[in-house]
Every structure is written in structure tokens, then in C-alpha cells.
């Protein structure tokens, strides 16, 4: 299984930006689609975005659409996620998945089998 290490978690301000890093490694670089999911107490495991590491475009949430971007550095096998203009909503626990051989990759929880333990991302008014 993919191993995933997350960080760049922490508190901000409304409008406020942070970027969270995620570790990958034990991957087929070919075919491995990594994602970024959230969680919040009052909502369920969500997706935020998710890419093909070897490239292509990515898939993201309507709620952070041309607020949010992921990224990689494919030298240090690193993929982020730069978080911009921050809303109090976006605050959760923010987890990186990967699954190899993904034939699809999109924003689905059960289609990830690897996952980080969480950065928690905190955004106040």
C-alpha cells in the first residue's frame, strides 16, 4: 500500500492562506492517483481535490474551486495543496489518500485504500 505523510496544518484567519504538504511514497508512479479529502465533526469525509501524479488535469470540489490548487514535486514525490481566501467552513481535518491503479480518480472515499493521519486545519471569522 501507498504510505502518505501529511503537513503545513494550523490556525489562520478568514481570508488567510496555507499550503499542506503530503509524502508519498511506495507508489507506481504510472498509475497512482493521490487526493485530499476533509472532515469536520459536523460533516462527513468530503473530497477536495485529487490528480493522476504522473500528470493530467485535476478534479476539484464545487465549495473550492478557484480558491484551491494541488500540486507535486515529482523530484521529491510531495503533493500539496495550496489553500487560498479561507473560510471558517473549510476548517477540518485534512487527509491525504493515494490508491494504485486507480482507473478513475476522482473524489470518492471508497476508491482509496491508503491514507495519511489527518493535519488539522483551523479557519476563524
Known amino acids: 500500500q501507498v504510505q502518505l505523510v501529511e503537513s503545513g496544518g494550523g490556525s489562520v484567519q478568514a481570508g488567510g492562506s496555507l499550503r499542506l504538504s503530503c509524502v508519498v511514497s511506495?507508489?507506481?508512479?504510472?498509475?497512482?492517483?493521490v487526493a485530499w479529502f476533509r472532515q469536520s465533526p459536523t460533516k462527513g469525509r468530503e473530497g477536495v481535490a485529487a490528480?493522476?501524479?504522473?500528470?493530467?488535469?485535476?478534479t476539484y470540489a464545487e465549495s473550492v474551486k478557484d480558491r484551491f490548487t494541488i500540486s507535486r514535486d515529482n523530484a521529491t514525490a510531495t503533493v500539496y495543496l495550496q489553500m487560498n481566501n479561507l473560510k471558517p467552513e473549510d476548517s477540518a481535518m485534512y487527509y491525504c489518500?493515494?490508491?494504485?491503479?486507480?482507473?478513475?480518480?476522482?473524489?470518492?472515499?471508497?476508491?482509496?485504500?491508503?491514507w495519511g493521519r489527518g493535519t488539522q486545519v483551523t479557519v476563524s471569522s
Open positions: 511506495n507508489y507506481i508512479y504510472s498509475s497512482v492517483c
Open positions: 490528480f493522476y501524479l504522473r500528470g493530467g488535469s485535476a
Open positions: 489518500a493515494a490508491e494504485n491503479g486507480a482507473r478513475w480518480c476522482l473524489l470518492r472515499v471508497p476508491d482509496f485504500r491508503s
